[in-house]
């Protein structure tokens, strides 16, 4: 079982930046998978950014590349989104999501996933 925390959504003007986080809990954490996918008004979740076990792989869908950076870190279990350049388009409810994984696979499909947080909400303001 995993339990997952987002946070770091906030209201920001076009062009700002914002950092999120989402604290995992339980102990194999360096096991799973994990993505950031957003849910904006209107429309269906959709898939933002994934990174591997190890962080070595990472994927991002192509309106955010060069924009976003998904991190991790296995050992204080988080892992982080950092969003440059923020459009109005950007504004949504983030998710982050855990998959149980073997090596360095990575899913870009909402369905792969078995573990959810809450949300976090982000606004950008034009």
């Known amino acids: 079982q995993v339990q997952l925390v987002e946070s770091g959504g906030a209201l920001v003007q076009t062009g700002g930046s914002l950092t999120l986080s989402c604290a995992a809990s339980?102990?194999?954490?360096?096991?799973?998978?994990m993505g950031w996918f957003r849910r904006a008004p209107g429309k269906e979740r959709a898939f933002v950014a994934t990174?591997?076990?190890?962080?070595?792989?990472?994927e991002y869908t192509d309106s955010v590349k060069g924009r976003f950076t998904i991190s991790r870190d296995n050992a204080k279990n988080t892992i982080s989104l950092q969003m440059k350049s923020l459009q109005p388009e950007d504004t949504a409810v983030y998710f982050c999501?855990?998959?149980?994984?073997?090596?360095?696979?990575?899913?870009?499909?909402?369905?792969?996933?078995?573990?959810w947080g809450q949300g976090t909400q982000v606004t950008v303001s034009s």
């Open positions: 990174i591997s076990r190890s962080g070595g792989v990472t």
């Open positions: 339980g102990r194999t954490f360096s096991s799973y998978a």
């Open positions: 999501a855990a998959a149980r994984v073997d090596g360095s696979t990575v899913y870009i499909n909402p369905l792969s996933y078995t573990y």
